[in-house]
C-alpha cells in the first residue's frame, strides 16, 4: 500500500472545564492583558452551557465519519486522519510533531471554517509552518483555503434555513425573516482585500436562492465581535435583532453559516445572550441545529479532501 496520506483537521479549541478559561483566553489574546472582569464573565457564559466547549468532542466526530465516508471512496487505509486546535489542546503545532513521526509525507490540512481570512484560516496555515519548523519535518501539506461554495455545504444550510422556516405554520412562513451570520473580524480586513466578507455573502446569496428567500425575507449580520478598541464589522446580531424589531419583524430564524459546530458563540451568543435581545424585542428566535456531523456537510468535507489530495497529484482523478 502507498504512503498513508495525512488529512490535518483543524478548529478553533475551546476549555475542557472552567479551569482552563483564564489559561485558554491568555492563548487567544496573545500577550494582551486580560482583566478579572473578563475572566469573570467568560467563566459565566462556558457555565451557562455547561461549564466546558463541546468543540472537540463534535469535531472529532466530524472526523471519524469523515474518515468513513473517505474509506468508502478510496482504498481503505489511503488517509489517515490527525486533529488539531489553533488555542487548545490538542494543540495544531503538536499534532504536526505526531504526523512528523509518524512518517507522513504528504498531507492535507482543513480547517473547520469554510470561508477564507488572513485573520482566521491562514493563521492555523501558519501554525502548520511552526510545527513543520518545530519537529523539523518536511511534510508537503496541500492547504484548502476555502469551501465557502461547495455543493453540499449550500445544501446543507438551506436545509437548516428549510428546519428553522418549519416551526412556523405554513400560513405564517411569509413573515419569518432569516438571518444569516458569521463571526465578526476587524473592520481593516476591508482594506487589506481580505476575501473574508465577500466569500460569506456569497454564501448567504447560494443559501437564499437554493430555498427561494426573496431579498426582503433575509439579511446578513456578524456576531461574537472580540474585545479590542479597533472597530469590528458589523451590524452585530444583538444590534440587527432589534432593528429588525423596530421594522415590526417578529419572527426570525438564525442561521450561523460561518459555523460548523457548535460552542460558545453559538451555544451562549446565540441561544442565550441574542435571544434574551428578542424577547426584550417582542421577536420570536429560532435556531436549528448546527451542521455538526449532518452527512451533507460530511459528505462535503470528504469532497474537498478528495480535490485537494487530486490536485495534489496524489491520487488518480
Not at 488539531?84 to 507522513?104: F, K, L, N, Q, S
Not at 519548523?133 to 461554495?149: D, K, L, P, T
Not at 438571518?179 to 465578526?184: D, E, G, I, L
Not at 458563540?265 to 456531523?293: F, H, K, M, T, W
Amino acid at each position: 500500500m502507498n504512503q498513508p496520506i495525512g488529512v490535518l483537521f483543524m478548529a478553533y479549541g475551546g476549555p475542557d472545564g472552567l479551569e482552563d478559561i483564564p489559561g485558554y483566553l491568555a492563548d487567544i489574546r496573545a500577550g494582551r492583558t486580560t482583566s478579572s472582569a473578563l475572566v469573570d464573565e467568560i467563566t459565566r457564559n462556558y457555565r451557562l452551557i455547561g461549564g466546558a466547549s463541546p468543540l472537540l468532542r463534535l469535531t472529532k466526530g466530524a472526523v471519524e465519519a469523515t474518515m468513513r465516508r473517505l474509506a468508502e471512496r478510496t482504498q481503505r487505509g489511503r488517509f489517515r486522519a490527525y486533529l488539531g486546535m489553533r488555542h487548545w489542546a490538542p494543540w495544531i503545532e503538536e499534532t504536526v510533531g505526531r504526523m512528523v513521526d509518524d512518517g507522513i509525507e504528504r498531507a492535507v490540512s482543513l480547517v473547520m471554517a469554510p470561508h477564507y481570512s488572513t485573520l482566521s484560516v491562514a493563521k492555523y496555515q501558519k501554525k502548520v509552518t511552526v510545527g513543520l519548523e518545530m519537529y523539523r519535518g518536511a511534510i508537503e501539506f496541500e492547504h484548502v483555503s476555502s469551501y465557502h461554495n461547495a455543493p453540499g455545504l449550500i445544501l446543507a444550510l438551506a436545509e437548516r434555513v428549510r428546519v428553522g422556516m418549519e416551526r412556523w405554520s405554513v400560513a405564517d412562513r411569509s413573515s419569518v425573516h432569516v438571518v444569516f451570520s458569521a463571526h465578526s473580524l476587524p473592520t481593516r480586513i476591508m482594506r487589506m482585500g481580505d476575501p473574508y466578507d465577500a466569500q460569506l455573502k456569497e454564501t448567504a446569496h447560494r443559501v437564499a436562492a437554493k430555498v427561494w428567500l426573496p431579498l426582503s425575507q433575509w439579511s446578513w449580520s456578524y456576531q461574537s465581535a472580540g474585545r479590542s478598541p479597533e472597530p469590528w464589522l458589523g451590524p452585530q446580531l444583538k444590534d440587527h435583532i432589534a432593528a429588525l424589531a423596530k421594522k415590526g419583524v417578529r419572527n426570525v430564524v438564525s442561521v450561523p453559516i460561518g459555523f460548523v459546530s457548535d460552542h460558545v458563540e453559538i451555544l451562549y451568543d446565540i441561544d442565550i445572550e441574542a435571544q434574551a435581545v428578542a424577547r426584550a424585542c417582542g421577536v420570536r428566535l429560532e435556531r436549528p441545529p448546527s451542521l455538526n456531523s449532518d452527512p451533507l456537510f460530511i459528505g462535503t468535507l470528504a469532497g474537498v479532501v478528495l480535490s485537494a489530495a487530486r490536485y495534489a497529484g496524489w491520487i488518480a482523478a
